[in-house]
């Protein structure tokens, strides 16, 4: 055997996999950019935020509650009337060390059938991404979801993640998730 092919030999096997491990996907790239940029977006809906400690979300949501903004306790109901028909919100946050660092959030619309086709939740999607648009901005990208693998409506700012995307025929959900909690444990 000629000694230039034992040398080359580990490098053709070698580089390929250098690179395979080195290639990011688009997603990963603009989470990169956006953590980067040190920049906090914390701001969710109806005045909650990421980091409110625990007992902060249970005064503030108790006094929604007493307004009749809101109602609920251990999952929380919104009506939500900015979408082209009636629609109700379900939502509890996930906490890390005590403070709100993912709020999920399930929409369904009022009205929904199996035989109101209009009101699935494709639908429903679109229209709540349309509604995100106007609340967050522009720069919602159609993805893979990085941790269930559905495909799903996803915009980065800073450490602010919003993802929506379709549960099932009935209902969207739309995931709140600040990336820098996430970065810190490993996620």
């Known amino acids: 055997m000629n000694l ?11 580089i390929p996999l250098f690179v395979s ?10 989470v990169q950019r956006e953590l980067n940029k040190g920049v906090r977006h ?3 809906f109806l005045g909650y935020k990421f980091g409110m400690e625990r007992q902060e979300f249970f005064d ?4 929604l509650n007493q307004k009749k903004v809101i109602t609920g306790g251990t999952q929380i109901e919104y009506d939500l009337e900015e979408l082209p028909h009636s ?14 660092y993912r709020m999920p959030v399930e929409v369904s619309y009022k009205a929904w059938a199996p035989w109101n086709r209009n009101l699935f939740s494709d639908s429903l999607v679109v229209d709540l991404m349309e509604l995100y648009k106007e609340d967050y901005g ?3 990208i159609y993805t893979t979801h990085p941790e269930n693998g559905r ?10 993640r919003i993802s929506i995307f379709k549960k099932d025929d009935m209902t969207a ?4 998730l600040d990336l820098s909690v996430q970065r810190e444990n490993g996620n």
């Open 21 to 30: 491990c080195e290639q990011k996907t688009d997603y990963e790239k603009l």
């Open 42 to 44: 914390d701001s969710l």
């Open 138 to 140: 522009p720069g919602f």
């Open 4 to 14: 230039s092919r034992l040398i080359y030999l580990p490098l053709i096997v070698l």
């Open 151 to 160: 495909e799903a409506w996803i915009k980065v700012d800073g450490n602010r």
């Open 87 to 100: 629609a109700k919100m379900l939502f509890f946050p996930e906490f890390h060390e005590d403070r709100v």
């Open 173 to 176: 959900r739309v995931e709140f």
């Open 60 to 63: 503030y949501s108790f006094e």
